[in-house]
């Protein structure tokens, strides 16, 4: 059934199967990304509940509003399986569930689920060039964005002096991030070399790696990573495309890979003995050297095992001998990676170089910044114009919006949060009149002189209980009482 209807198909559109060919052949090689920009947003934590205990024959039950659930976090984890960024260029907004209301009966709000997003191993994770975190082990976890912490019920708000309190706090909004996710390839060996030169062909000689071979150039176009053990060790071999002279400059495909190599330990170079195109092996040596010296200063320094291949092929012998006078200083191996001939010596020296190499160079981190603990300003103020001023600052934008504006007893411990910055006194500062506005997380407050308890705003009874005296009418009733007794 399928072939008949696979028949009529080709013979209706002659061209369908090729072009789904080419279609697969471009996704396959575009399927391989390294970087990508994503945002990622933590979830906001659950608004605390405003509520009192009203029960038949229960006299004064007292608040039992319950606080909300912490948002989400946003944690990012090393998936050794994984070899692309490829799933998060096409999802790059990023958000974790928010945390639950609280409940009456001091009912806490479910927590919301962390997002673990799941990253290729050697991942580095960047804000503003900053490196945040460097996944070199599998299944390590980072939180790259906490989610914000559910506010606090009236049942946290009560006290000695306030049995009653009508306030009940907004959650937390969670943590938001523009990263620049950057996958630096994890592998012990580099291999390097000009475009058909055997780099797969040798890979698939001591891995179990199948990547694609085959006589033109530019067959790779991807890295592939390989296995390979030898004398009890075992260690990761990385087969990048092609280099060509002027790969540093972006020249081919090299390029864009080399960044994958900085990472390994050991390079083996394979040289095709008949050259690439009209170079001839000596100097196609020495190109890919000096491409790998201008890349990077630090690849050229690594240790490099030169490896003549193709020993099957009449005339590859004479050439050898050629290069081991030209290149005294180094060792120089001559093999069929095809054939499977001299391969053991590569892999025994590439076993003694690792054992030497430090082993620590995957887990250099790029522009590590020293942890600082800076002291945030709790507010900056800045004066718009004549009557207008804009505060900003994180702490005090995290309070203004934690703040429920539909609760008096909340705007009023706003607004004695404001005084405490010592807002009211820099605000006196910039020469503040009254009716003047103040701008801060979008919203807006009109200037009335002080920051002091606005008491005409609360009522005196509040859902049936009594509202406490204010700081200022008790130093009154205070004063009050001592004029009395003086009389
Ligand atoms: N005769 C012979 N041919 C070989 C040997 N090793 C590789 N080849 C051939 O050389 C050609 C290129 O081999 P690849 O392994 O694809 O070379 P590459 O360096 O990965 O090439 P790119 O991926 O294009 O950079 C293929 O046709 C291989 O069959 C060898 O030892 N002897
Ligand atoms: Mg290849």
Redesign the pocket.
């Known amino acids: 059934m399928l072939t008949k209807y696979n028949e009529s198909l080709s013979k209706n559109f002659s061209y369908s199967k090729s072009f789904f060919y080419a279609k697969i052949k471009y996704m396959q090689a575009n399927s391989f990304i390294d970087r990508v920009k994503v945002y990622v947003k933590a979830g906001k934590g659950g608004d605390g509940c405003l509520s009192f205990r009203r029960e038949k024959f229960i006299e004064f039950g007292g608040p039992n509003g319950g606080s909300g659930g912490k948002g989400g976090d946003i944690v990012f984890k090393a998936e050794p399986n994984l070899t692309t960024l490829q799933d998060l260029a096409y999802n790059p907004h990023i958000e974790a569930p928010n945390g639950e209301k609280g409940g009456t009966y001091n009912k806490t709000g479910l927590n919301g689920k962390d997002k673990i997003i799941l990253v290729p191993l050697g991942t580095i994770i960047k804000e503003n060039d900053n490196v945040l975190a460097d996944l070199t082990k599998p299944g390590e976890e980072v939180v790259i964005a906490k989610g914000g912490r559910g506010g606090r019920g009236n049942q946290s708000f009560k006290s000695r002096f306030n049995t009653a309190p009508r306030i009940a706090e907004n959650g937390q909004p969670g943590e938001e991030k523009t990263l620049i996710l950057e996958l630096k390839v994890l592998a012990d060996v580099g291999?390097v070399?000009?475009?058909?030169?055997?780099?797969?062909?040798?890979?698939?000689a001591v891995s179990a790696a199948r990547?694609?071979?085959?006589?033109?150039?530019?067959?790779?176009l991807n890295p592939n990573l390989g296995i390979a053990s030898h004398k009890g060790k075992s260690f990761v071999v990385a087969?990048i495309?092609?280099i060509i002279e002027g790969a540093s400059l972006g020249k081919g495909l090299g390029h864009q890979f080399l960044k994958h190599i900085e990472r390994t330990r050991v390079l083996v170079h394979?040289v095709?003995p008949f050259g690439y195109e009209d170079l001839s092996a000596e100097k196609s040596i020495k190109v890919i050297q000096k491409e790998l010296k201008t890349f990077d200063k630090n690849l050229a320094k690594k240790p490099q095992i030169l490896v003549i291949?193709?020993?099957?092929?009449d005339g590859a012998q004479e050439i050898y001998e050629k290069l081991k006078k030209k290149f005294k200083d180094q060792t120089i191996y001559f093999?069929?990676?095809?054939?499977a001939?001299g391969i053991n010596k590569v892999l025994d020296n590439i076993v003694k170089e690792l054992s030497k190499a430090p082993v620590v160079v995957a887990k250099k981190k790029e522009k590590v910044l020293p942890k600082v603990h800076l002291v945030e300003p709790m507010f900056v103020l800045t004066k718009v114009d004549e009557n207008t001023f804009q505060i900003t600052g994180k702490k005090i934008e995290e309070f203004i919006a934690m703040t429920n504006f539909s609760q008096p007893e909340a705007v009023q411990r706003l607004r004695g949060i404001f005084k405490k910055f010592g807002l009211e006194k820099a605000l006196q500062k910039e020469g503040i009149t009254e009716g003047a506005t103040i701008l801060a997380c979008g919203k807006e407050f009109e200037w009335n002189g002080s920051f002091d308890e606005e008491v005409s705003a609360l009522p005196d009874r509040i859902g049936g209980y009594k509202r406490r005296a204010t700081k200022q009418e008790r130093l009154d009733k205070r004063k009050a009482r001592r004029q009395a007794k003086n009389i």
């Open positions: 291999l070399g000009f475009p058909n030169a055997g780099k797969s062909t040798f890979l698939t990547p694609k071979i085959a006589g033109y150039p530019f067959t790779t087969d495309p092609g394979l095709d291949n193709k020993s099957d092929i093999i069929s990676a095809a054939g001939q």
